[in-house]
């Protein structure tokens, strides 16, 4: 009898519990950063919030459609697609989905569905359940510059069957970075030294003492002509509780844009917690940059702030995640979108930067152009560091499907700067689009740097424009800029206003810009063609006639960008 009742005890707990799985390891590191400390194991009821990315389906096809509506040699150029157009490409097959629930479910975990195809799932549980879950061990690391903690595992695994179903599973094995490309304020040092100067008299009056909007538009033809289009928008990306402030916004505007309303304001849109601090010495640098140059450069085009707080505690990848969710939920999200901050491509694992890239995908095909500064580390990567052997890649500047903007300095020549950041990626191969320009530089560069990047790869910036000495205002008082971070929300504004006058003749925005870029509209950038930007002791790449890994393109020359789009 007692033997009969341990029996039926052991079938209970048997039937109440799934049968062991034979798990594959997914992702694995042997140890954290270096900037990381380990401090114990996380408690075991600590909540922790989990994505899962599903195997896409049809990825290829994806990419042969973004470049189908944005060659200009296509005859669907232009024509893109809508939210559900790009979805299906990459949502999961029937056979994954159901895999993937049903082991969620027989673990009592119930997943929410995150983007519009399907490849996202999420769910919050406990540190005990997810070390049940994915064979990990979460525990608790501090960020030694920060003192910031983060729940992270050193491995994970899945269920062997769920091989080829499950891409990535999201925080896991990958550290915040917390390094956005912040824009660098000079220590004082005088114009004179700081920025390669014209003859008196041959630079714009309004280029005398600083970078502000009038200059720009006075060296890149930038027109003050109010846009006319409230459909048309321009989205600024905004992480780590920076804030853009109103205040600032006005005076800025009261003192270099005189011609226009200085109550032309922006509009807000937050996620993971993200709020309106708009108390003026909380103002952030980067924030206010990047509306000061969009506002104000960008003439009464609707700017929208879309700010991610710090809710999701996994620095700007995770904000990278939810924001570009979001984007993608949305059924119109703004027609150009720029961001000024990422980590490096090799701190972002191989299948999530994959991952990422596609939805940059999805969003070029519907319309958006998203524009990336591409960092101020030279040949270092995002920022300047000290000890690397080979070139080190930003991220997400290798993503084919986005575009990366440079910086130059100085006029007359206008010169590459020396933070600029450019090379080759490691994730992903050379796109055909600017393959002819590529291959010149390399025929240029021949042995020099041979095994310090890989040659084959996409490479790095594609444009640029002016990124030094940029005058904002924080926290009322004005101060002088320099970074990439100046030069993505600029070229973000030339692109904004060529949208605003396609809209207004009834054509469509320009959409992911490559394609275009390296064809009809090469012709319509001012060639840099000296500068270099140096990093892990070298002097970094050259930048000549041509394409070049320091300034891309060149810089926007907008009455010959208009006549390359068809305006």
């Not at 925080?171 to 040092?189: C, E, H, L, Q």
């Not at 620095?315 to 949305?330: A, H, I, S």
Request: with cysteine.
């Amino acid at each position: 009898m007692k033997l009969s009742l341990v029996v039926v005890l052991l079938v209970s707990v048997a039937l109440g519990k799934p049968a062991p799985r034979s798990m594959r390891v997914l992702g694995r590191r042997d140890s954290p950063p270096s900037s990381y400390t380990l401090l114990g194991a996380a408690s075991s009821d600590t909540q922790i919030s989990l994505r899962i990315a599903l195997a896409q389906s049809n990825p290829t096809g994806l990419e042969e459609a973004l470049y189908d509506v944005s060659t200009p040699s296509s005859t669907n150029y232009g024509q893109h697609l809508t939210k559900e157009e790009a979805a299906q490409f990459v949502a999961p097959t029937s056979e994954t989905r159901t895999a993937v629930t049903e082991w969620l479910e027989a673990s009592g975990v119930n997943a929410t569905t995150l983007t519009p195809a399907g490849d996202w799932l999420g769910f919050t549980i406990s540190v005990s359940q997810a070390n049940e879950l994915f064979d990990a061990d979460y525990s608790v690391f501090v960020h030694d510059t920060t003192g910031k903690q983060t729940i992270r595992t050193l491995s994970y695994s899945v269920p062997e069957e769920l091989q080829g179903h499950i891409t990535v599973v999201y925080p896991t094995t990958t550290f915040p970075t917390y390094k956005p490309r912040s824009p660098n304020s000079p220590a004082g040092a005088p114009l004179s030294q700081r920025v390669p100067r014209a003859e008196s008299g041959a630079i714009d009056p309004s280029c005398a003492n600083a970078i502000t909007p009038s200059c720009l538009q006075a060296i890149y033809g930038i027109p003050t002509t109010p846009a006319t289009q409230s459909s048309n928008r321009l989205g600024v990306a905004g992480y780590d509780d920076q804030w853009a402030n109103t205040a600032d916004l006005q005076t800025f505007l009261k003192t270099y844009r005189p011609d226009m309303s200085y109550n032309t304001t922006f509009s807000l849109q937050t996620l993971d917690g993200g709020t309106n601090n708009q108390t003026e010495a909380d103002a952030g640098v980067e924030a206010n940059l990047d509306i000061q140059y969009t506002v104000g450069l960008a003439t009464d085009v609707p700017v929208i702030f879309i700010s991610a707080g710090d809710d999701n505690h996994d620095g700007d990848l995770g904000g990278f995640l939810d924001m570009t969710e979001l984007l993608l939920n949305e059924d119109s999200p703004p027609q150009v979108w720029t961001t000024s901050y990422g980590p490096n491509e090799d701190q972002v694992p191989i299948d999530l930067a994959y991952n990422l890239c596609n939805a940059y995908a999805q969003l070029g095909a519907r319309g958006v152009s998203i524009l990336f500064a591409s960092g101020d580390g030279g040949v270092s990567g995002g920022w300047q560091a000290t000890g690397c052997t080979d070139f080190v890649v930003a991220f997400p500047d290798g993503c084919p499907y986005m575009t990366n903007v440079g910086s130059t300095t100085g006029f007359d020549p206008e010169v590459g700067a020396w933070f600029s950041a450019g090379g080759f990626s490691n994730y992903w191969s050379r796109p055909a689009y600017q393959e002819a320009a590529v291959i010149t530089y390399l025929a240029y560069l021949g042995d020099t740097y041979d095994g310090l990047y890989n040659a084959s790869g996409r490479a790095y910036p594609d444009v640029a424009t002016q990124g030094i000495n940029f005058a904002i205002v924080a926290d009322q008082q004005t101060e002088l800029v320099d970074g990439t971070s100046c030069s993505s929300p600029t070229f973000a504004s030339v692109i904004s206003l060529l949208n605003d006058e396609l809209a207004s003749v009834g054509k469509p925005p320009l959409g992911f810009l490559n394609p275009w870029l390296y064809s009809i509209a090469a012709a319509a950038f001012n060639d840099i063609t000296s500068g270099n930007n140096p990093g892990c002791n070298t002097t970094g790449f050259q930048a000549i006639v041509g394409w070049d890994p320091v300034t891309g393109l060149g810089t926007p020359n907008y009455e010959l960008l208009r006549v390359a789009a068809g305006l």
